[in-house]
């Protein structure tokens, strides 16, 4: 969907190394999520943003860290990768006029 | 904290048979509460959404959901499925404090010829 992009969308790391991950947004919403999707589990939300350096933590955030410094990015790192952080990341915004959300095309990462 | 079930992790129907996908949810007061779709390596792709009034709703490609209050039950119905529909369905119900979503574990969806 139009509004939202991740990048990278793909990432090989090393174990131990630290990875950031972007996600952009391009039409000045307040929330802003990271979700991680596993098989069997879903999606699990990570952290979440609902303004310029207001975040707070999801089901799964151990390990991670986020920022935002502009309300249109919202970034997702992880300080010391390890190989269960191997997932596909997925960003999303919350769309407050219609009460929707829009997700980002996702980021695969793998730790090896 | 809220909740979604989803209690069949694989569903297997065949070309032109009738579906349903089921979801409970856990939630206090009115749920919000949404279905979703993913094809293989793809997004996710919203179906439905329910916040209020009329209990069964439309969505997208012949989708519809019933939402059961005296259940705490979400399923999602189609009347005939296609082999284009093979993919993964995943409810969720809105947290409200944070507008978070909060996913079941997913229902892979199997279509044979």
């Known amino acids: 969907d139009a509004g939202i992009t991740q990048s990278p969308r793909h990432k090989v790391t090393e174990t131990g190394t630290p990875v950031t991950l972007r996600c952009h947004q391009t039409e000045n919403h307040r929330y802003m999520y990271w979700y991680r999707q596993d098989p069997g589990h879903g999606l699990r939300l990570i952290h979440y943003s609902y303004g310029v350096k207001d975040t707070d933590k999801g089901e799964v955030s151990d390990g991670y860290s986020v920022s935002r410094s502009k309300t249109e990015d919202f970034l997702l790192t992880l300080e010391s990768a390890t190989s269960s952080q191997t997932s596909v990341y997925f960003c999303a915004i919350h769309r407050e006029l219609n009460y929707g959300y829009t997700f980002g095309s996702g980021t695969r990462l793998t730790v090896v | 904290a809220q909740s979604v079930t989803q209690p069949d992790i694989h569903i297997t129907v065949s070309e032109g048979a009738s579906l349903e996908l089921r979801c409970n949810y856990s939630?206090?007061?009115?749920?919000?509460l949404f279905w979703y779709v993913q094809s293989p390596g793809q997004g996710l792709q919203l179906l439905l959404k329910y916040f209020s009034g009329d209990t069964l709703v439309q969505g997208i490609k012949g989708f519809e959901a019933e939402f059961k209050r005296s259940q705490s039950s979400f399923n999602l119905r189609k009347p005939s499925v296609h082999w284009s529909d093979a993919a993964e369905y995943f409810c969720a119900v809105v947290e409200r404090y944070g507008n978070k979503l909060v996913f079941g574990a997913g229902t892979i969806l199997r279509v044979k010829s």
């Open positions: 939630y206090g007061a009115t749920p919000y």
